[in-house]
């Protein structure tokens, strides 16, 4: 079968125009937003591969909240011309299969990044097709699960730091920071020598100070009062992680920065801020063909200068069973589907 040839600016093939040679593979995925439910395998065409992309197997993919709102339906509306199934999923770790691209060849052990539902259907498949830029070598150090929890999460967490403009010497104020997004902002600022004021629950201060936070503070109502409490004049900046939007903006100085981890569209807008703080909201989106970032997030993690975090690793199958937990809440660290179980 063969469809129209339309590349993305990131070198993404739409799901809709795919060339394939005829097999087929199985993906996740839904037909309609709904709950975690509606997620279920599909016997869909495997893609070809064009000049400069990788086709990558998928041995585990990790689930984020990004992957949740894109199943609740929240940017239906952008994808309502793309023939279904919707694939979730924006990083996964596997095995090159196929190269057009010199930099890798079959049996490199990968991390790859993708933008889920709109461009090359999502991680949550069996194999996947991605510009080579979106992709990077596996850190031998790391298992598949370990690694799957890297790209999406990094990219955001030095996206947010290049928005909060921080570096040594500056001051800055993170919520949500025992999650997987929130510590790997905590880790990477501290390497940067900044100044960290993070909230932890009781249960992880430990954790979050061993991220590299310099003062912890009580997770839950109060933060910006908790924050001034530790930094009177306020932090230069904070990355809202947790998504307090408004509770989060009296930690900022006057004519500081407020950098939140969602976009209003997808539930992460805030009132204007007074005080000449400016809002920011950094889009992942725009990194996935970064390859510089990514490999400088996998040198990272090979060394553990930043925190592989796994919470569970369940079959391809539990997809619906993994949103479940990821949506209600508690986890520390990314859960990871496993294709290959």
Not at 33 to 43: K, S
Not at 84 to 108: K, L, N
Not at 299 to 317: K, Q
Request: charged share 20%; glycine share 12%.
């Amino acid at each position: 079968m063969a469809g129209e040839e339309h590349v993305t600016a990131c070198g993404c093939v739409e799901w809709n125009d795919r060339l394939t040679k005829g097999e087929r593979m199985r993906v996740i995925g839904f037909e309609h937003p709904g709950g975690p439910e509606v997620l279920r395998w599909f016997d869909v065409p495997e893609p070809a591969v064009r000049p400069g992309q990788v086709k990558v197997r998928v041995v585990a993919a990790a689930v984020n909240p990004s992957d949740v709102v894109a199943r609740a339906g929240v940017f239906h509306e952008r994808y309502s011309s793309i023939a279904p199934p919707f694939v979730p999923g924006w990083d996964a770790a596997g095995v090159v299969v196929e190269s057009a691209h010199p930099a890798w060849r079959t049996g490199d052990d990968v991390v790859a990044v993708t933008l889920p539902v709109f461009d090359g259907g999502g991680a949550y498949a069996e194999r996947i097709v991605v510009n080579a830029a979106s992709v990077a070598a596996k850190p031998a150090e790391l298992s598949f699960e370990e690694a799957a929890t890297f790209p999406m999460n990094g990219l955001t967490a030095l996206l947010a730091l290049d928005d909060a403009d921080v570096d040594a010497g500056s001051t800055l104020a993170v919520s949500g920071a025992a999650g997987a997004v929130g510590g790997l902002v905590v880790e990477l600022a501290a390497r940067r020598g900044v100044t960290v004021i993070a909230d932890a629950a009781d249960t992880d201060v430990s954790l979050v100070r061993g991220f590299g936070a310099d003062r912890t503070i009580p997770r839950g109502p109060g933060f910006g009062a908790a924050v001034r409490a530790v930094i009177p004049k306020g932090v230069d900046a904070v990355v809202d992680a947790a998504l307090l939007r408004d509770e989060a903006v009296p930690a900022v100085r006057d004519g500081g920065i407020h950098v939140s981890l969602r976009t209003p569209e997808a539930g992460g807008g805030m009132s204007a801020p007074d005080r000449r703080i400016t809002v920011r909201y950094p889009v992942v989106a725009a990194a996935v063909a970064d390859g510089q970032r990514l490999r400088a997030l996998m040198e990272l993690a090979a060394t553990g200068a930043i925190s592989a975090r796994v919470a569970d690793v369940l079959p391809a199958g539990s997809a619906s069973e993994a949103h479940r937990r990821l949506e209600s809440g508690g986890l520390r660290g990314r859960l990871v589907l496993r294709f290959d179980q």
